[in-house]
T-cell receptor, first 112, second 114 residues
Framework: DSGVTQTPKHLITATGQRVTLRCSPR?????VYWYQQSLDQGLQFLIQ???????AKGNILERFSAQQFPDLHSELNLSSLELGDSALYFC???????????FGSGTRLTVV | DQQVKQNSPSLSVQEGRISILNCDYT??????FLWYKKYPAEGPTFLIS?????DKNEDGRFTVFLNKSAKHLSLHIVPSQPGDSAVYFC?????????????FGKGTLLTVNP
């Protein structure tokens, strides 16, 4: 157990729908990162939150949004889902000064 | 524009031999490099890292070499064990501030045959 908890582990939904992925960071970590891993792709950075504030944005679609709550858990909202959104979505967390992340086990999203 | 490249999608080695995984980067601002290992159905786990002020870092069977002039790093695993079979991701970051974004390569699947 890495200490980073992601729910749900698997999600199957239809095109056009909206889903919410949840992440609880490791205790004490202020930063949360979301990454997407599609077939044959590496880990694509989506967005970072630091202590409730958006800190960096990557290749995140406008249909996607995220937030970090006062208790530091984070949610990634994916709307108007398309088949191409099917992927593994990883959350990671880090403490200030950390040079690496701790990843959760991911949420596998399948859009049908 | 892929700033971190792992040009070998897969690598197969015999148990006991050396595994060498390669990684190239294009962004000269990167100053910290990491390797992550990923088993199926699990998230990536941190393996080893190196700062740009060094050219080598060793941790047990794992050694990372950095060649800044060539913008190249490699991970050596000696001796390789079947349990090392996994996908290995190279990652890089630019230090400073509170943005700890890592840029990852696409990964190399290492298979260690008994």
């Amino acid at each position: 157990d890495s200490g980073v908890t992601q729910t749900p582990k698997h999600l199957i939904t239809a095109t056009g729908q909206r889903v919410t992925l949840r992440c609880s960071p490791r205790s004490g970590d202020l930063s949360v990162y979301w990454y997407q891993q599609s077939l044959d792709q590496g880990l694509q950075f989506l967005i970072q939150y630091y202590n409730g504030e958006e800190r960096a944005k990557g290749n995140i679609l406008e249909r996607f949004s995220a937030q970090q709550f006062p208790d530091l858990h984070s949610e990634l909202n994916l709307s108007s889902l398309e088949l191409g959104d099917s992927a593994l979505y990883f959350c990671a967390s880090s403490a200030s000064g950390d040079y690496g992340y701790t990843f959760g086990s991911g949420t596998r999203l399948t859009v049908v | 524009d892929q700033q971190v490249k792992q040009n070998s999608p897969s690598l197969s080695v015999q148990e006991g031999r050396i595994s060498i995984l390669n990684c190239d980067y294009t962004n000269s601002m990167f100053d910290y490099f990491l390797w992550y290992k990923k088993y199926p159905a699990e998230g990536p786990t941190f393996l080893i890292s190196i700062s740009s002020i060094k050219d080598k870092n060793e941790d047990g069977r794992f050694t990372v070499f950095l060649n800044k002039s060539a913008k190249h790093l490699s991970l050596h695993i000696v001796p390789s064990q079947p349990g090392d079979s996994a996908v290995y991701f190279c990652a890089a970051r630019v230090s400073g501030g509170s943005n700890y974004k890592l840029t990852f390569g696409k990964g190399t699947l290492l298979t260690v045959n008994p």
